[in-house]
């Protein structure tokens, strides 16, 4: 349950996909400087060796950082992903989809489950079968409005607002009532990442935490 903690503390999970392993650490290390303490790798479903490699970014940041961070491994799709993804060092699993199977064995395998949803049906479904947290998806689609709206009958079930969310727009989903939210490429954009632009995720990363430590009172 740390996990759930942590992301409404820090509220950011930054994404990271198509990253080049030789990058990851150094990445990493720079957004954990700034404030960023949430981090998911995305399984590359492309091919069984893009899914090896990502469960090998997994193992390699788990090793390297131990509990300075939190750790959780994303686009997680079967019952073997998830425990392929907590041998690497997962400590939670994150979906674009609600998929029953994949929630019950996180819970048994004792990670934090965050399933994909969109529809009030999906959520509430996701949630009923165990999950901790949902994650909203594509939430920039929908937009806050949408989130607000579901505030009422499904208030009581924690979101995660992924897709479509930016430094621009953050504060306002965070405001309509989400947990937290995911950050892909606006923040650890593979090509800022595999080119070395470490100045430019520096502030990237100071820019969302700017906006986080509103809510931290910082």
């Given at each position: 349950m740390k996990v759930l903690d942590a992301i409404k503390e820090y509220k950011v999970v930054c994404i990271i996909r198509k990253v080049r392993t030789e990058q990851i650490l150094q990445a990493t290390e720079i957004m954990l400087q700034e404030g960023i303490r949430l981090f998911e790798v995305t399984l590359d479903q492309s091919s069984e060796e893009g899914i090896k490699e990502s469960l090998r970014q997994i193992g390699l940041l788990k090793k390297t950082f131990e509990d300075r961070i939190y750790l959780g491994a994303g686009t997680v799709m079967t019952e073997e992903q998830v425990n392929r993804a907590k041998g690497a060092g997962a400590a939670y699993i994150i979906s674009p989809n609600t998929d029953e199977a994949v929630i019950r064995q996180t819970v048994k395998q004792g990670l934090v489950s965050i399933p994909g949803a969109m529809t009030?049906?999906?959520?509430?479904?996701?949630?009923?079968?165990?999950?901790?947290?949902?994650?909203?998806?594509?939430?920039?689609?929908?937009?806050?409005?949408?989130?607000?709206?579901?505030?009422?009958?499904?208030?009581?079930?924690?979101?995660?607002?992924?897709?479509?969310?930016?430094?621009?727009?953050?504060?306002?989903?965070?405001?309509?009532?989400?947990?937290?939210?995911?950050?892909?490429?606006?923040?650890?954009?593979?090509?800022?990442?595999n080119d070395g632009k470490w100045d430019v995720l520096r502030e990237r990363a100071k820019a969302y935490v700017k906006i986080v430590n509103q809510y931290r009172g910082l």
């Amino acid at each position: 349950m740390k996990v759930l903690d942590a992301i409404k503390e820090y509220k950011v999970v930054c994404i990271i996909r198509k990253v080049r392993t030789e990058q990851i650490l150094q990445a990493t290390e720079i957004m954990l400087q700034e404030g960023i303490r949430l981090f998911e790798v995305t399984l590359d479903q492309s091919s069984e060796e893009g899914i090896k490699e990502s469960l090998r970014q997994i193992g390699l940041l788990k090793k390297t950082f131990e509990d300075r961070i939190y750790l959780g491994a994303g686009t997680v799709m079967t019952e073997e992903q998830v425990n392929r993804a907590k041998g690497a060092g997962a400590a939670y699993i994150i979906s674009p989809n609600t998929d029953e199977a994949v929630i019950r064995q996180t819970v048994k395998q004792g990670l934090v489950s965050i399933p994909g949803a969109m529809t009030p049906t999906e959520i509430a479904f996701a949630y009923r079968c165990g999950a901790h947290m949902v994650k909203l998806f594509p939430a920039g689609t929908l937009g806050p409005r949408y989130i607000k709206d579901l505030q009422g009958p499904l208030g009581y079930i924690p979101l995660i607002a992924v897709g479509g969310v930016d430094v621009k727009n953050m504060k306002d989903f965070l405001d309509a009532g989400v947990q937290g939210v995911g950050i892909g490429s606006s923040l650890a954009g593979s090509s800022v990442i595999n080119d070395g632009k470490w100045d430019v995720l520096r502030e990237r990363a100071k820019a969302y935490v700017k906006i986080v430590n509103q809510y931290r009172g910082l």
